[in-house]
């Protein structure tokens, strides 16, 4: 069950709100003028807003345009598979945000290997190609 509060009154009561939110498993809209700004729920009952597309540039490779569920932190991993569907694990190292002259905006994460087994295939893979 979802229920709402308006932001004001929601400020002196952040805490008792979280800890509803972790105890009952029910979603709180914080609002303002009656439209909702933030939502304070479990982490599994809260969806993201939309997809936002990001260029991930993995390792050395050129970016590949990829659509995600919201914006990653620095810290996130990020399983990827091959052609051969071989798994590998990536860490997000930095996350760019570049903004164009007419506003337009990208989102550059870069990834490096978050494990040995995937730094040592990325390297080979390197140098294959070189």
Known sequence: MEKTLGIEAA?????????HARTTGQVTHLTRHGRTVAVIGPAH?????????????VGDEDGRPCTLPAVPRIGDTFRLFNDEDEDSFWLVVAVQWDLGPNGEAEVNVLLDPHDVRTAERDATENADHA
Do not use: S, W
């Open 11 to 19: 400020r002196a009561r952040l805490g008792d709100i979280a800890d």
């Open 45 to 57: 009952a809260v969806q993201p807003a939309g997809n936002v597309k990001v260029m991930l540039f």
